[in-house]
């Protein structure tokens, strides 16, 4: 858990953060989470986040942090994973009592202990009955941005639904762990926004409401459950008392929306129209801005967090960092500037030589192995030190862009001659 604080010159003032392993060691999670025996179960237990929450902002009092100057609070939290509120949670949480610590206050508000993650893919049957219910994978994403996945929220509350049914009946409110940490300032249920809501293949993302087939395939009553969601840069109301009484905040301190992570990266990235930004992690990831978008079976079309009316596109390639990583190594004896010399030293466009290069089953394209192909289309199993270089960065780049293109993306003539 992480804090930041910015002045109005957008200029860090304070930041600090809670490591779950390390500083809250009693939950026993590795990594924040739970993996379960069937290594497709991922959770992360709901009273962690909470207490985090105390810790962080303990912290802060005690370093003296003025909390009577922040005007206005926002967050983000990982997209997908889902918090069920028992009911009569709300009541409690409305009338916490700033003596006590918010996790002691809330210890028994919770239907499901463990929160299932984005990286739980234990709804494989899920997904393939919310796509059969839909008319198939492409009119899925059609309506709610994406084909069925198995960490998406929709699949996870379908997957309690079927399996315990009467947790399911004591839960009074979903929420994603975004909207879930807003209820925790706001001292009641904070909506759910568009942008994170489009990650949960239940959201309708041209009306902006819940696509009511989607709902009525994953779990009955579910539109009450989860409250009308809202645009992402929505102000929901000023901050709980417990938060003026326990920390000093003003009363006029006001809680904006909270949104998904990603959705998060591409404001905090101040990404504009016809902008694209490209993170090269472990995976690398694509965000773009779009105003006409064209769903398809790879990719995830996401509503705007900074303008209602457009969209971001997300695209995650698997085989990133550690796959170039490994051709440096094998092709540039570990050196990012021989690296960098060898592919300097051939020409864009690389004479015709191409190349796909996945260690690991790809995610956009559902693709293995290595594969080389030589000016005249022929497969060849190796290429020369410098060509293999530049056939990887290429390929990865190209790949970029063709899917890309096929979510709506648009490189302009101007672009295309810059």
Request: aromatic content about 10%; overall charge negative.
């Amino acid at each position: 858990l992480k804090v930041i604080a910015i002045d109005e010159q957008l200029r860090v003032i304070y930041e600090d953060n809670v490591h779950f392993d390390k500083d809250l060691s009693e939950f026993k999670t590795q990594g924040g989470v739970y993996i379960h025996s069937d290594r497709l179960t991922v959770t992360s237990p709901v009273l962690m986040w909470i207490k985090a929450l105390d810790m962080i902002l303990e912290k802060m009092k005690s370093l003296g942090f003025n909390f009577s100057q922040v005007r206005a609070l926002s967050g983000a939290g990982q997209q997908h994973g889902s918090v069920y509120w028992k009911k009569g949670g709300i009541q409690i949480l409305k009338n916490a009592s700033p003596q006590l610590p918010l996790h002691q206050a809330l210890k028994d508000c919770f239907s499901v202990g463990n929160s299932p993650i984005w990286m739980d893919s234990s709804t494989a049957s899920q997904c393939s009955t919310l796509e059969k219910a839909m008319g198939g994978a492409q009119n899925l994403a059609n309506i709610t941005g994406s084909r069925a996945y198995e960490r998406f929220t929709g699949n996870q509350i379908a997957k309690i639904y079927s399996q315990n049914p009467e947790i399911y009946k004591q839960t009074e409110r979903i929420s994603l762990v975004s909207s879930f940490a807003a209820s925790l300032f706001l001292g009641s249920y904070a909506p759910i926004d568009y942008s994170d809501g489009s990650g949960m293949n239940l959201l309708h993302i041209w009306e902006k409401t819940w696509s009511l087939s989607c709902l009525d395939a994953c779990a009955p009553g579910l539109e009450e459950k989860l409250g009308h969601p809202v645009p992402s840069h929505s102000v929901l109301g000023p901050i709980s008392s417990y938060y003026c009484q326990r920390y000093g905040f003003s009363p006029d301190c006001k809680v904006v929306a909270f949104t998904g992570d990603n959705p998060a990266s591409l404001a905090g990235m101040r990404l504009q129209e016809g902008d694209i930004a490209i993170s090269l992690g472990t995976s690398d990831t694509l965000f773009l801005w779009i105003q006409e978008p064209t769903p398809a079976l790879e990719g995830h079309i996401l509503c705007n967090p900074v303008d209602s009316q457009t969209y971001m596109a997300l695209l995650c390639f698997k085989n990133g960092s550690l796959m170039r990583e490994r051709i440096r190594d094998d092709c540039a004896s570990g050196s990012w500037d021989d690296f960098s010399k060898a592919l300097s030293s051939t020409a864009a466009g690389n004479s015709g030589n191409l190349g796909f290069y996945f260690d690991v089953m790809e995610i956009t394209p559902e693709a293995v192995g290595i594969h080389r192909f030589n000016k005249d289309d022929q497969k060849v199993s190796d290429f020369p030190k410098e060509v293999e270089i530049r056939a990887l960065i290429e390929g990865q780049f190209m790949a970029k862009r063709i899917h890309a293109e096929k979510l709506g993306y648009k490189v302009s003539k101007y672009d295309e001659k810059a």
